[in-house]
């Protein structure tokens, strides 16, 4: 999954069993990832921002993207 906010995109990237989050900086061209918790579902629209977005029986995960 994938979204753009502002100058940066994000990618949800899985490698093997693990999950990162990616974030291309366009006005810089700089590059980060961060290895995640959780297996994120994907991108939501959730108070004017995106998030990541993960559910179980009980719970509704959210992650702020910086």
Same mark, same amino acid.
């Given at each position: 999954d994938m979204v753009q906010v502002g100058s940066k995109v994000y990618v949800l990237l899985q490698i093997y069993d693990q999950l990162y989050l990616a974030a291309w900086d366009l006005v810089d061209n700089s590059f980060t990832s961060e290895k995640l $918790?959780? !297996? #994120?579902?994907? =991108?939501?629209?959730?108070?004017?921002?995106?998030?990541?977005?993960?559910? $179980?029986? !009980? #719970?509704?995960? =959210?992650?702020?993207?910086?």
């Amino acid at each position: 999954d994938m979204v753009q906010v502002g100058s940066k995109v994000y990618v949800l990237l899985q490698i093997y069993d693990q999950l990162y989050l990616a974030a291309w900086d366009l006005v810089d061209n700089s590059f980060t990832s961060e290895k995640l $918790d959780r !297996k #994120y579902k994907g =991108f939501v629209l959730a108070n004017d921002t995106y998030q990541l977005f993960d559910a $179980d029986e !009980k #719970y509704y995960y =959210f992650y702020a993207l910086s």
